[in-house]
């Protein structure tokens, strides 16, 4: 008999769940969001003070029944801006979501188009100037506000970017007048206007579609056939002494000791008396693997101390790589060209990540802060201020790596 009545207590809890509106799952996600943000994040109002919070995620709970799943995701996604580093933000990680397919990137002050689907090729190198007839300034302007994983000036010119071309934002937020596709207006060096009626595609359409793309680079500098990692090698720089290392991320523990030791001996044979560190493409992972490479060269007696050490670095350059750039200045002596990065050298870091039940939404937050630099900086800021030129980039010239050498060659 207790067997029974306990089984029919379940039947009616869980009838009672099921019942749970819409609203009230969405609600209960709001409330969740910001009770594990409270108890996780290390200081979650370092910005917005705690009745500021309360009052717009409030106004976010009260109208969530006039709203549709991603305009609730647009007004929290504003809100967690407003907590005020990279790492504290909303992930679309676990939300199907739909691209179209091209990539821009703003250079020389000009959104470009730096890679497209095969079938739109003609507008590859354009300005993109409009998108359903918004101009791209407004559109830029809308979606800073928006853009997640900022931590700086630099770092929201990529954010958004990476979110130009994200369909169900742009209807979201009123830009584009359809779900299904949106005229995109291109501009091209000889003056010529291009219009486009571009479809989103899922992530596997995207994988599956031929691209056309514009890359960069520099005489002399090879990737090596088999490198130990994409993401991680280095060359010599052909008829130099000069040793270029291009670290995109970070291998494990286990993997970047003998990566390190590997890489002394090389600069070792072949007398490297200088040395170039790439961090531009480094979105971050454990600075303090990047540590070991940096112990690995200081073994290195060969190299020039005094001037030879230099460090790219760019808007790119995010969480653990802005990190190691700062470090490496420090302990290596080195000098640093390029931009300054996207993330900020003092300032909360160490990401973690927990997902909300009813959508599902990833909220990542900070675990740590950090003081790298004595001077809290808009990311760190090079010695030589280099950025990219779109008459260099056009002709698949890395200028900025190119008038590095330049100066080491002199």
């Not at 979105?283 to 005094?306: E, P, R, S």
Request: glycine share 6%.
């Amino acid at each position: 008999m207790k067997a029974m009545y306990f089984f029919v207590l379940v039947l009616l809890v869980n009838a009672v769940f099921s019942q749970e509106s819409r609203t009230d799952k969405w609600q209960n996600d709001l409330a969740f969001y910001q009770k594990e943000l409270q108890k996780r994040h290390i200081d979650v109002y370092h910005k917005i003070d705690k009745q500021s919070f309360e009052n717009e995620l409030n106004l976010i709970y009260s109208t969530v029944e006039n709203r549709t799943d991603w305009e609730i995701v647009v007004e929290l996604m504003r809100l967690t801006r407003k907590i005020g580093d990279g790492h504290t933000s909303v992930s679309l990680a676990n939300w199907e979501t739909h691209y179209f397919p091209i990539e821009v990137k703003k250079i020389s002050d000009q959104w470009r188009v730096v890679k497209v689907s095969e079938e739109y090729a003609s507008v590859l190198g354009a300005t993109l100037t409009k998108i359903d007839g918004k101009p791209i300034q407004e559109i830029e302007q809308e979606l800073s506000a928006v853009a997640q994983f900022v931590e700086n000036e630099h770092s929201e010119v990529v954010r958004i970017g990476e979110n130009l071309p994200l369909s169900e934002l742009l209807y979201a937020m009123r830009i584009t007048k359809r779900t299904d596709e949106a005229q995109f207006q291109f501009v091209t060096d000889a003056g010529k206007e291009l219009n486009l009626v571009l479809k989103p595609l899922s992530q596997s359409e995207l994988k599956s579609q031929k691209y056309k793309e514009l890359k960069i680079g520099v005489p002399g500098i090879e990737k090596p056939d088999i490198p130990d990692f994409d993401f991680l090698w280095f060359t010599q720089v052909e008829g130099t002494a000069i040793t270029y290392i291009r670290f995109d991320s970070y291998p494990s523990f286990e993997e970047m000791m003998p990566f390190a030791e590997k890489l002394v001996g090389f600069i070792m044979q072949s007398q490297s008396r200088q040395v170039i560190i790439d961090l531009r493409n480094n979105g971050g992972g454990d600075l303090y693997i990047g540590l070991i490479m940096a112990n690995a060269l200081n073994m290195v007696d060969g190299i020039d101390w005094k001037n030879g050490v230099y460090i790219l670095s760019g808007c790119i350059t995010f969480s653990a790589g802005a990190s190691n750039v700062a470090l490496f200045r420090e302990l290596l002596n080195a000098k640093i060209v390029g931009m300054p990065t996207g993330s900020n050298p003092t300032g909360y870091q160490d990401m973690d990540a927990f997902d909300l039940p009813y959508s599902t939404l990833r909220i990542t937050y900070s675990k740590r802060l950090f003081r790298i630099q004595e001077t809290a900086t808009e990311g760190v800021q090079p010695d030589f201020f280099i950025d990219y030129s779109w008459d260099s980039y056009a002709n698949g010239v890395d200028n900025v790596l190119s008038e590095l050498l330049s100066i080491l060659k002199q």
